[in-house]
């Protein structure tokens, strides 16, 4: 199973897709859920606990998240040090990365650091001296041996040219990024959705621009024989080409499971609190037992389910935006799948002439990455 470790909910840093919209929404309520604001905001089980619930999961992941979860590079260790896991996994914003000495950085698996593109984008999100500083420690990182998978992951808005800011991540000389995912900025917060206007920008930006970067990624392909690791074409492209179907494809709820600060579990970081999504805690339940929860309606009746998976459980739950809202997003998750769907045809040409191959459309699922933006 793969546990997010949520070390610390504070943050060093104000996103405006994240901090500004806790503010706007503070005293809106999620979906009608009741929630429990009286989590410490600080891990506050010990670490014995942790250690005797995951002894009975030899297959488990450990994904360090936050808040920033190196404001607790203390407590991240010390897990590394005394709890077992398969892999360990870090979901950062990279300001402190330079703390982190290499004996634990580069035992880590998987590194998914914050970006969303050059400097001008990434500080107009992120706040001014983050793209730098967060350059630097990745070069760091990879200077002091850290062999793994680092990927930018990018929150797209209105703020942000995806097609643009793709390319510059993957071609520009300063950025040491392996691979790229993407999520969108919607369906997180109520308020959002009035002041936005997504249809607008969905359809005539966002949507135009996944479709030329698949044309994009497609041509790299039959020029150099290399498939670019774009998590969401990666992810859905593998399905289509296999025929296999999905569920959820971040894992959450079913194979993936949040521990919050004060242990108990929650399908992800992003439902914490919300009492009607506590699944168990790492004081009296069994990994093998944890309560299961699954996306439902409109999901499950979708002619997309079996590629999209449902996207996102919490929007699935919460719907934020309302229906018309939930169904703007859904028309971006169509555009996806279908420019895919059309571009196989040319995949598979390029596979029978084996300029690339199946193996190239591997990953390593459920490593926080959602697939579906
Ligand atoms: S496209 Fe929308 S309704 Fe269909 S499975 Fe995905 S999230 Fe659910
Ligand atoms: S996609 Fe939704 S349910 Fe999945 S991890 Fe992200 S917020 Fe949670």
Known sequence: MHYYVTLTTKCNLKCVYCYGKAIEDIDS?????EVDYS?????????????????????????????????????????????????????????????LEPKYANRLHTILV???????????????????????????LRRRGFKGEVIARMTINENVDVERQVKWLLFNEDCPFTSIHWQLDALFGKKDFERRNFKEWSEKVYN??????????????????????????????KSILTGESTKLRCGAGWTFFNIQTDGKLTPC?????????????????EPQKIRKVYVSSPCTECDLYSLCGGRCLYANVTKLWGERGFKLVCKTVENLIYTLKEAAPKVRKLIAEGKVSYSDFNYPKYNSCEIIP
Do not use: C
């Not at 050059?118 to 760091?140: H, M």
């Not at 439902?271 to 009296?284: E, H, R």
């Open 29 to 33: 309520d999620f979906g009608g859920y």
């Open 114 to 140: 914050s970006i969303d593109g050059d400097e001008e984008t990434t500080d107009r999100n992120r706040g001014r001296g983050t793209y730098r500083k967060v350059v630097e420690n990745v070069n760091l």
């Open 269 to 285: 970081p992003v439902m914490a609190g919300m009492k009607d999504f506590y699944l168990g805690d790492i004081f009296s339940t």
């Open 208 to 237: 135009p621009q996944i479709r030329r970067l698949v044309g994009f990624w497609i041509s790299h392909m039959e020029r150099y024989g290399e498939v670019l690791r774009l998590y969401p074409f990666v992810g859905v492209m």
């Open 39 to 99: 989590i410490p905001s600080e891990i506050a089980y010990g670490i014995d606990d942790l250690k005797r619930f995951l002894s009975r999961d030899p297959d488990a992941t450990l994904v360090f998240y936050g808040g920033e979860p190196l404001l607790r590079i203390d407590k991240m260790k010390t897990i590394m040090d005394e709890v077992q896991a398969k892999r360990y996994i870090l979901q950062t914003n990279g300001i402190l990365l330079d703390r």
